[in-house]
């Protein structure tokens, strides 16, 4: 905490209708790399939920009254805000969440990015006029925003995934409440603080932090005044929510889990393979929903690839993410190193071979080693679960019909990879797919300008995109007799 320089972008309470709100009751935020307290954050309850929702509500007429120039303008000097103090909000990310210091600072450009890209695309949200059937009337369809929007966002981006909902949302002309995950509150508090700095009104971006998921939880789903409830976490946890919302029937969108499939094909670049398995793989140590996690490589390219792959997962650098060095951040918390443990040992004991690592680290309580599964089968722990740690399963396949119905084998349908040239398998395979984002060559598909979001179990609506607006408007019908 000492080196960020603008001491302003530390809070802890809640931001609720333009006012900080403080509360006796605490819960503390730790550092994983350290397991060291770095704040104590004051728990909302459920009645500061309820306030920001009705804050959200009577804001909504007059932010959603405003041109979408005027928005745009806000988020404008919001984006600049973010930008301008992009180290420490990285810092901040780091000691909250633990990835490494150059992976914050990517997470602040790219949540910013988002930020960029809706305030213009609000600008472009146009209605249509449908030729009618009778010469007495016009058919005309508007765009509106949807109404109030609630959100609860996960850990392992703490600024992106509420920057990814929160500027589509207020572009399209929404006002916002958010509920962060308990482990970093951090990050969205000095958001809040910048949209205050940056003029953004009382009431259209409120922040509730709490250590009661489920009340405050219950709250942003049920409320009458909410129209709208957006989630990114567990699938577990998004089924229970979507069934809350039903009650009140709210338009939701939700970005669940992944079981991405990485599948190297015998005609493909084996360093180009490599090369984007681990970026894949080992981003944010292996803990995000589109991380690799089974990795298909075709028999007669297998020893190739698992040796170069081995060579190269050695090199990484695990240690604290405030350290330049570090490739390799901690996991979230000694729970989640825990659950990474069982998953390796049960798939051990079910055959699968440890090529590299395969224990925990010794850099402390939440790190877990870069490791690398051989000789994995498709129904193993490991490749049956989102392993959310930085371990590798890789799984020897011979067809590509085989490994196509072996990879979209799991109830998730989030990202997919493949490594091909020939042109024919590049289309019988993206098409094949049963995934709602497929890399082709590539494994950084993550763009702001693209179509994030799943199919199957890994939920529904897409963020960012000019389709990411979608999700945060209601279409209207005219019909005008004249
Ligand atoms: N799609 C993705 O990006 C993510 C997937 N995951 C997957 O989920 C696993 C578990 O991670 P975990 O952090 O527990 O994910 P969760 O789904 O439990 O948490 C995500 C968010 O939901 C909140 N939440 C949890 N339970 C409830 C509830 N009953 N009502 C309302 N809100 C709730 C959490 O709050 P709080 O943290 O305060 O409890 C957090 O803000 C991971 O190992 C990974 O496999 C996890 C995170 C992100
Ligand atoms: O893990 C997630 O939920 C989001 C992944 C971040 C991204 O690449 O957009």
Sequence with gaps: MDK???KGLVKNCSYIDGQWHTSDKRFSVTNPATGETIAQVANASVNDAEQAVIAAHKTFASWS??????RAKLLRNWLNLIIEHQDDLARLLTLEQGKPLAEARGEIGYGAGFIEWFAEEAKRVYGETIPAASQDKRLLVLKQPVGVVSAITPWNFPNAMITRKAAAALAAGCTFIVKPAEMTPLSALALAELAERAGIPAGVFNVVVSDDAVNIGKVLTQHPQ?????FTGSTQVGKKLAAQCALGVKKVSLELGGNAPFI???DADIDAAVKGAIASKYRNAGQTCICTNRIFVQRNVVEKFTKQYSMAVAELAVGNGLDVDTQIGPLISSQAAEK???LVDSSVAQGANIALGGDFSNAGACF??????TEVSNTMPVAQNEIFGPVSA????DSEAEVIEAANDTEYGLAAYFYARDIGRIWRVSEGLAFGMVGVNDSAISNVAAPFGGVKQSGYGREGSRHGLDDYLVI???SMGI
């Design 65 to 70: 009254g405003q041109t979408a120039n005027h």
């Design 368 to 373: 877990y080693q870069p490791t690398i599964l």
């Design 264 to 266: 190297v094909f015998d």
């Design 226 to 230: 909410i129209a709208k409830f957006t």
């Design 340 to 342: 990474v443990k069982q």
């Design 476 to 478: 209207k019908y005219l």
């Design 394 to 397: 890789i799984i020897p396949f």
């Design 4 to 6: 960020i320089t603008d």
